[in-house]
DNA sequence: CCTAAACTCTATGGTAACTATAGAGTCAAG
DNA sequence: CTTGACTCTATAGTTACCATAGAGTTTAGG
């Protein structure tokens, strides 16, 4: 099948996969007479799986490691679970951020009675003054 | 003052000050002879008002609109009280999908007992299972 | 006075994971 | 045999910077 209909089935965009390609996240791949590239269905496995990884925000470095550590069934597994480990972890302070972010947004809302002017905009002066 | 100085004065780094330059955030300013560029102490609180401004994470271009939105006193400040509540918006809804995205990775962490082979991995195995 | 260090200048490339575009080639149907 | 749909490569753009190169400026010390 030709990279659109690949596309198709998967979800993906075109350029998505000839991304993929370039970054190594696809194995090597056979091209047409017209040097068109030709996929079979375990791409469409290899895609999903990619697909997948990119759903739970896992970067495309950590696919990639994540692939080759896939092709060699016999070794432990402790870097997977290490990788999501950290994954959890960095998404965890993310969260607290945005959610300081949030509150110091709230309280800035907060500073202005809506039918203000700008001179007047309590959001405006809280903005000017120096904080910590 | 010179660049420096400033980036000391504000904690910006210099490459910020002269990034904010570019992008119009700080208005047009006097050279020294040797072509430095020449800070006073109003640059200052601008930058300083930029700086809260991003620690609030709003974007280069919402913040020139605020400057913008401040050197017209006697407008209504109804756009900055808009921005503000779409801004808490975005953050809300991130919050929302790293949380759900939290559990998924929480999910993914429980299928795998840790001393397992990457054969076995269950991390490994459900990201290879389509999902919806 | 001269030199070396510290500072500044502009311009460019890199970051992440794509999207969008241009300009060219390929293929299938009518 | 031409038109439209598809594909190809290469390049620029997104965001808010950081890092670097290569050059010029300023300042302090000997």
Known sequence: ??????????????QSIRHYEKEKLLASLRRSDGNFRLYDSATVDQLKFIKHCRSLDLSLAEIRQLIELNQQPGM??????????????????RINELQDLQDKLMALRNSCASQSTVKECGILQTLSVTQK
């Not at 596309?7 to 993906?12: D, F, I, V, W």
């Not at 432990?76 to 302070?93: F, K, P, T, W, Y």
């Open 1 to 14: 099948m030709k990279i659109g209909e690949l596309a198709k089935l998967t979800g993906c965009s075109v």
């Open 76 to 93: 432990g597994c402790e870097d997977v679970n290490r990788m999501i480990d950290s994954h959890i972890e960095q998404v965890a302070l």
